[in-house]
């Protein structure tokens, strides 16, 4: 006898067959299309053992991990300085000064609208700058620029009762930032902020545009070497993954990073209601009486 719950009924004969006629033609879509480019792959010879020799001597694989620890390297300060970055433009842009906030606004939008590519370029062949701090300055000023939006919405995103419940309790703007509105805003802020991060670790390939020895820059000078027969697929296949991977890592690291705010008090929802006189405030401000 089949049972039912006032929230789902068991699917009969009927649209169980359904189901499944949706399940094999999904799975059709999926797999057919990745099994022509599997034979067009091995028709083109691209699994021979030529072009996948190269990966097997010393000297390549010191040129992958080389160029991948340059990538990591340019992330690395990208990332870190990009937060700062953007944390400096949003805090400029919440700002009560008018000039703080016009020309945070300013810089923001402009940074946003330009195109990281013309940035690094500008930077490395303009200014003359080496190129990794090229690169990474090209990033920070781009992807901060972006941060600065989303701390900035994420902290609007918090309920204005908290910020105004907080300022009439006596404590500072400063405290009211720190200890009431950025800890709410933090789980808001993460996924934006970690797919942000993401876009960094992807523009980092661009550095071989600049000479940068970054990943894709040591699969280029290996796919451009005539004596391995140009092992380009190959070189494609070795390197996406990575990239894949790496991403993924940071889309994990997000979500554990996640959860363990949204078990942590700082991220709860604070509890503004009115102190007795003389009780402590976050800062070790005393909060008014009435």
Avoid at 90 to 104: I, N, P, Q, W, Y
Avoid at 186 to 199: D, E, K
């Amino acid at each position: 006898m089949t049972e039912s719950t006032a929230l789902y009924d068991i699917p009969g004969p009927a649209t169980r067959r359904r189901h499944l006629l949706y399940g094999v033609i999904s799975t059709v879509v999926i797999v057919a299309p990745a099994g022509w480019v599997l034979h067009l792959l091995f028709d083109t010879g691209q699994f021979t053992a030529t072009k996948w020799s190269p990966f097997e001597y010393v000297g390549i694989q010191e040129l992958l991990l080389r160029g991948l620890g340059n990538t990591l390297k340019a992330f690395a300060y990208a990332s870190v300085l990009s937060l700062a970055f953007g944390a400096v433009l949003a805090t400029g842009r919440l700002s009560e000064r008018a000039a703080f906030r016009r020309v945070s606004t300013l810089l923001t939008e402009f940074f946003r609208a330009m195109p990281v590519l013309v940035m690094i370029f500008f930077i490395f062949v303009a200014l003359k700058v080496q190129p990794l701090p090229a690169l990474v300055a090209g990033l920070t000023l781009y992807n901060g620029s972006v941060l600065a939006e989303v701390f900035r919405t994420g902290i609007g995103s918090v309920a204005r009762g908290q910020g105004e419940a907080a300022y009439a309790l006596g404590m500072r703007k400063t405290q009211v930032m720190t200890y009431v509105l950025v800890p709410q805003a933090v789980r808001a802020m993460l996924p934006a902020v970690i797919s942000q991060l993401v876009v960094a670790l992807k523009d980092t390939s661009l550095g071989f545009l600049i000479t940068y020895e970054e990943f894709l820059h040591a699969g280029k000078l290996i796919a451009s070497n005539l004596d391995y027969d140009l092992p380009f697929i190959p070189v494609v296949m070795v390197i996406s993954p990575i990239y894949i991977g790496m991403c993924v890592l940071l889309s994990w690291f997000a979500t554990w990073v996640a959860g363990r705010e949204g078990r942590s008090p700082r991220t709860q929802a604070v509890d503004l209601a009115p102190a007795d006189p003389g009780t402590l405030l976050p800062g070790g401000g005393p909060a008014k009486g009435p």
